[in-house]
């Protein structure tokens, strides 16, 4: 708790002060070469490598694990949040004791502005690949209607993905190496096949696509 009390109230300081108040009393590991702009982030274990970056009015909480590997990017207004390890009060969740609430960002990887991710589950996002656009939802809970009840999984995107503006990914959802989801598209499962277009609800395999796309080629993260 007094982590996140310091981790709060720091918001206002110059950023290298800053930095060193979250690594040495917070426990997180952010390169000199890092940022993190007025954003609150709130979570046990933070690291960023360098050139990462978190930009300005994104909330983090209630997760363990925030993860941003070298030239990452966590966009402006983006709401991440999860459901706690620990609460023993709590009837959510108990026969899922090895999920881990995280959410880790590939290097050169992005997800832009204006998304909502839930982490009760483990979020990750692979190198190169871009969550892009606005108001995509990736959600690692949800209810069970036939048993009545909660559960909860991890999602994964792939290295060298590109998820289209107004995605969701539902629970247990993977999408493979050098996919693209299309704009709308809900993603509710596992996808096995690489270099695929996939889309619809819910998203299925439209198009090959060829091996050698730039996007798929490209050394870094950053698109202009």
């Not at 299309?182 to 439209?206: D, E, I, Q, T, W």
Request: net charge positive.
């Amino acid at each position: 708790m007094i982590r996140k009390v310091l981790a709060a109230v720091s918001i206002g300081l110059p950023w290298p002060l800053r930095r060193r108040l979250l690594n040495r009393f917070c426990g997180a590991r952010i390169d000199p070469s890092a940022r993190i702009g007025w954003s609150l982030v709130l979570c046990d274990e933070l690291e960023m490598g360098p050139h990462s970056h978190i930009a300005h009015l994104t909330l983090v909480k209630g997760i363990r694990r925030l993860s941003l590997g070298e030239h990452a990017i966590l966009g402006s207004l983006n709401w991440v949040s999860g459901f706690p390890q620990g609460l023993t009060d709590s009837p959510h969740f108990r026969d899922a004791a090895d999920r881990d609430p995280a959410l880790v960002i590939g290097r050169h990887a992005a997800i832009t502005s204006r998304h909502i991710l839930d982490c009760t589950d483990t979020i990750t996002v692979g190198a190169y690949s871009t969550v892009a656009g606005y108001r995509s939802q990736i959600l690692t809970h949800s209810v069970s209607i036939r048993e009545s009840r909660q559960r909860c999984a991890p999602v994964t995107i792939g290295a060298y993905c590109f998820v289209g503006t107004g995605s969701i990914l539902l629970p247990g959802a993977a999408l493979p190496d050098y996919s693209v989801l299309a704009a709308g598209a809900v993603l509710n499962r596992s996808m096995a096949a690489p270099h695929m277009l996939y889309g619809g609800c819910p998203a299925k395999a439209v198009q090959e696509l060829p091996e050698d796309l730039a996007y798929f080629r490209r050394e870094e993260g950053y698109i202009v």
